[in-house]
């Protein structure tokens, strides 16, 4: 099991507490859990069960941990759980916020320094990582959000050479804790490692969902996710 990771965010006048941690290999995934007064107001949890049966150890682990992490930090300042916590304030506390703010973390969160998310978790990969890797890459920031119709611009390369992968299959699909996986899209990327794919995303109006883009190549896999 490896160590978690814990941040206080303050969201208006209350402080939020973000705990993510490895559950260990005998339950092999990574949980996210939002606290507000001892009281958990959203919870992730994603498997790393791939990651294992791939081989990949502690290193791998770790990067996606630290990812998720971060992923649940941008949710709540991006407003995306804005429902579900103000759910658990009391009345005075419940004023729409713009934005929140990390107040106090056990998370070194200067790794950005003008770098986006991927980018410093690709270096860190291919830093460590001893054979060759898929790479998947959200080329533009759209706003995906439940109910709404977008379009993906997506890019695979080699995690050694920085090449771009052509004929890697993506699949764009939703899961939630409300029914089965829904496949939204499909495609393969062009010789330059690209492709755009439309999506609509169906209303979310009850549980939780994300979205789940993975690509398949003769290298391997690559898989990003995105809470709904």
Known sequence: MITGHNTDVRY?????????EDKGQGNPCIESLIYYGGQVVV???GSYTELLESGKGDDEIMALMDHQHRTMIK????GKFDEKIRAFLPE?????????????STFDMSA??????DQVILEY???EAEQEQLVLVLEEEPEISSGSSIDLALRTRSSKSGQP???????VKMISTFGGPRTLGLGETDGEGGVRLPVDIPTVDRGTA???ITASSSIGQAELKHLL
Do not use: N
């Open 92 to 104: 005075k506390a419940k004023t729409p916020v713009r934005k929140a703010q990390e107040v106090s």
């Open 165 to 171: 992968v052509g004929g890697a299959s993506i699949s």
């Open 210 to 212: 994300a979205l789940i």
């Open 12 to 20: 208006g006048d209350v402080v939020l507490h973000v705990q993510t």
């Open 125 to 127: 990969l291919t830093s």
């Open 43 to 45: 919870a992730k949890r």
């Open 75 to 78: 949710a709540i300042q991006a």
């Open 112 to 117: 950005d320094s003008g770098r986006t998310l």
